[in-house]
């Protein structure tokens, strides 16, 4: 109570205050102002807090995770249909979506200022009890329904690379410090904003300069807020996996056997890829194992090894395109694995796989066994390079490239289909289709020579029996030289001698029929959603 106050009569006093309170119209308007105002700088603070956190641990924001829930729970088809509206951007759709949640975030304002309900003018800057609870509640519900709601997004770390479990518990104390900077800032600047009440003894001039002040204060700290977020935000995308959907090089219309790995395909989910800290990864072997198990990277690479050429195609990978390509692979089996903690439970029927970008995808058991795949942390004779999955990656030949996993941490059996990314949208998840492609000739060529047509083939485990080339579009067949496969897991590589009988352009095709005696679908789809089928056809001009 002001100093003047304390002798008058508590009559007297009420009715001082009744004078200063505002008409209920008037403290509505002025509640909700603020209110939104207020939202909006614990919107900016806490996305400052978001930014560092992520950029800084790897710890993901709840843009990000709201952004893996919602792709989870769309069809392939609106999928492919919003990644034509954002032009293959990945930034965009999450830019939208730090706008919605500053908008959330500033409307909660509103929200807050229901609940506690203040008469105005207040008496002071310090928040009431009733104000700290209501700030701290929002705190602990917005945590709560996060950690629910994201429940499956939650285990990933993008700097760290942290363990299944410890990501968990890192994205859950993420959040939990995310929402308490909101609603501190909420709390504190919606008081601070708020008219007060005139002291006794203090001029209404001084109460002005003070309130200025005060506003003028949390203003700047909105301002600056603003400016941090804008940095954090620039480093974000500084930082933006460019290379996403790079196809494996062609050097003068030759494939080489071995793709080097610059020239290698790459595809990734992520807008900035994760790294790791090897001292802190581990990959874990887990579920319906008779021993389950933890190894670090060094005890991997203790074990007994193996090298393998392995080809990798991506199921966005269209007829005649090059998302496709070989590497020699090194690892540990992952029987010999499985072998080394007792073998798996008679239950086990599926095998989930989960990487430190909170990727995840689930195959049958026994299907995967019989190809025996490869957990590889070398590529051509170095460590996996970061965009490939350092430091472990899963190869299951016959599956496409999302099948096998990147940045691998965890490894569990169970007896149920794990849902992941491409699975929840309704991808294709079966066994790659045979295919054939061809690299040359392109273009115009000279009349009166004999033209090597070449390419490749591949079926992954089932091999290639035969390549076949057509120069009529189809009408006759001629059988084509294969070399042979460097591994039974790799393409191969096909000529054919071509002497063209007149000038004109040609229609070349080519078709594989695979080691079961199955050749390659004739009809052509699209890559969505089951991969592309159908036969190459390149136009060739002879003159």
């Known amino acids: 109570m002001p100093e003047g106050q304390k002798d008058l009569p508590q009559a007297e006093k009420r009715a001082m205050d009744a004078d200063k309170r505002y008409a209920r119209r008037r403290t509505l308007w002025t509640s909700g102002l603020v209110a939104l105002l207020a939202g909006l700088f614990a919107s900016i603070f806490a996305v400052v807090t978001m930014g560092i956190l992520r950029l800084a641990l790897g710890i993901p924001t709840p843009i990000e995770l709201f952004g893996d829930f919602s792709l989870k729970h769309i069809d392939v088809a609106t999928f492919i249909r919003l990644l034509g509206i954002f032009n293959f951007s990945k930034t965009k759709p999450l830019g939208l979506a730090l706008l919605g949640m500053l908008l959330l975030g500033t409307v909660l304002g509103l929200v807050y200022a229901a609940i506690v309900r203040l008469r105005l003018p207040v008496s002071g800057y310090r928040p009431a009890r009733r104000e700290w609870l209501t700030a701290l509640g929002f705190a602990v519900v917005m945590t709560v329904l996060g950690g629910i709601l994201f429940r499956i997004e939650l285990p990933q770390n993008f700097v760290l690379g942290l363990p299944y479990s410890w990501a968990i518990v890192a994205s859950l104390l993420g959040l939990l410090l995310d929402f308490v900077i909101y609603g501190l800032a909420l709390c504190l600047s919606y008081r601070a904003l708020l008219p007060k009440v005139q002291h006794f003894g203090e001029t209404a001039v001084a109460q002005s300069r003070r309130q200025l002040l005060t506003r003028a204060g949390v203003t700047a700290l909105g301002v600056g807020g603003a400016g941090a977020a804008y940095a954090l935000g620039s480093n974000y995308v500084s930082q933006y996996a460019s290379y996403d959907g790079q196809r494996t090089a062609v050097v003068n219309q030759h494939t080489p056997p071995?793709?080097?790995?610059?020239?290698?395909?790459?595809?990734?989910?992520?807008?900035?890829?994760?790294?790791?800290?090897?001292?802190?990864?581990?990959?874990?072997?887990?579920?319906?194992?008779?021993?389950?198990?933890?190894?670090?990277?060094?005890?991997?690479?203790?074990?007994?090894?193996?090298?393998?050429?392995?080809?990798?195609?991506?199921?966005?990978?269209?007829?005649?395109?090059?998302?496709?390509?070989?590497?020699?692979?090194?690892?540990?089996?992952?029987?010999?694995?499985?072998?080394?903690?007792?073998?798996?439970?008679?239950?086990?029927?599926?095998?989930?796989?989960?990487?430190?970008?909170?990727?995840?995808?689930?195959?049958?058991?026994?299907?995967?066994?019989?190809?025996?795949?490869?957990?590889?942390?070398?590529?051509?004779?170095?460590?996996?390079?970061?965009?490939?999955?350092?430091?472990?990656?899963?190869?299951?030949?016959?599956?496409?490239?999302?099948?096998?996993?990147?940045?691998?941490?965890?490894?569990?059996?169970?007896?149920?289909f794990v849902g992941g990314l491409y699975s929840d949208q309704g991808w294709y998840n079966g066994p790659l289709h045979t295919m054939s492609r061809i690299d040359r000739p392109q273009g115009m060529v000279a009349f009166g020579q004999v033209i090597e047509v070449g390419g490749i083939a591949f079926a992954g485990p089932r091999g290639i029996e035969k390549v076949e080339v057509s120069a009529d579009n189809g009408q006759s067949w001629h059988q084509a030289n294969m070399q042979p496969a460097i591994s039974p897991d790799a393409w191969v590589l096909w000529t054919w001698d071509w002497t063209p009988v007149h000038p004109g352009t040609y229609s070349l095709v080519s078709r594989a029929t695979d080691g079961t005696g199955t050749t390659q679908i004739e009809k052509y789809s699209s890559v969505v959603p089951n991969g592309a089928t159908g036969y190459p056809h390149v136009s060739v001009q002879v003159k």
């Open 258 to 416: 071995i793709t080097p790995n610059s020239e290698h395909y790459t595809v990734t989910q992520n807008p900035i890829d994760p790294g790791v800290d090897i001292n802190l990864w581990r990959l874990e072997l887990t579920g319906l194992l008779k021993n389950g198990g933890t190894y670090t990277y060094d005890e991997l690479q203790r074990l007994p090894s193996t090298t393998r050429a392995i080809t990798l195609e991506c199921i966005s990978n269209s007829v005649g395109d090059h998302l496709i390509g070989t590497a020699i692979w090194q690892g540990v089996s992952l029987k010999a694995l499985l072998d080394r903690q007792g073998g798996s439970l008679p239950s086990a029927s599926y095998i989930a796989m989960y990487s430190v970008d909170g990727y995840t995808t689930s195959l049958p058991l026994k299907e995967v066994l019989d190809v025996d795949p490869l957990l590889a942390w070398n590529m051509n004779g170095v460590a996996l390079p970061a965009k490939h999955g350092y430091p472990l990656r899963m190869l299951i030949p016959g599956r496409y490239g999302e099948e096998n996993p990147k940045w691998l941490t965890r490894i569990e059996l169970t007896d149920h």
